[in-house]
């Protein structure tokens, strides 16, 4: 299946998940989508030579006007799965609709634990021992949809934010391919808001 990575940032996940896709048969990244005309994950793109769709919020007269502009990109693309990498926006309802439970978010705590932003510096600051990192389908909500998978890591006495994001980064970069993976050959589903894996 064909996929649109949605990124606002650096994109090191989308780097991840091009390593991991580009050469392979059924899990087709087809479009990178930003809000952030600046953001290090179009040069990634461009060096990929993944077509990307950079579009400022601010040039729409609505967030629904915006989103109607990315579906229209995602139509024209085919893109039957969408997987956020540090997209730093809610998904509305335009986009809700036209892919109910085919949008995941990677999320850098173990959640419920620390939403929103700068997760890692909420849980560092804290005080908390273990975090991690959560990968879930997305609803309305900031980061609130139905848990996929999690890998938890201790906050050792000698770590600094540094060193968290680091550990942090590491494992979203190998955890997220591995879940987006399961996604697009469909052996993950929700039922009554929890998820389903299938076992092969
Ligand atoms: C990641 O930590 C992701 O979990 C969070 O934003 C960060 C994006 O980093 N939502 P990058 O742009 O993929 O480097």
Known sequence: GKVAVFASGSGSNFEAIMQAFHNHKEVKPALLVCDQPEAYAIQRSEKWQVPAFVCSPKLYASKQEYEEAILRQLEEKQIEYIVLA?????????????????????????????PGKDAIGQAFASGVR??????HFVDEGMDTGPIIAQEALAIEIDDT???????????EHRLYPRVIEAFVLRLIHVEE??????TA
């Open 86 to 114: 540090g997209y730093m926006r809610l998904i509305g309802p335009t986009l809700l609709k036209a892919y109910r439970n085919r949008i995941i978010n990677i999320h850098p705590s173990l959640l419920p634990a620390f």
């Open 161 to 171: 934010k540094d060193t968290l994001t680091k550990k942090i980064q590491e494992v």
């Open 130 to 135: 273990v975090t991690g990192v959560t990968v």
């Open 193 to 198: 808001g929890k998820v389903i894996w299938e």
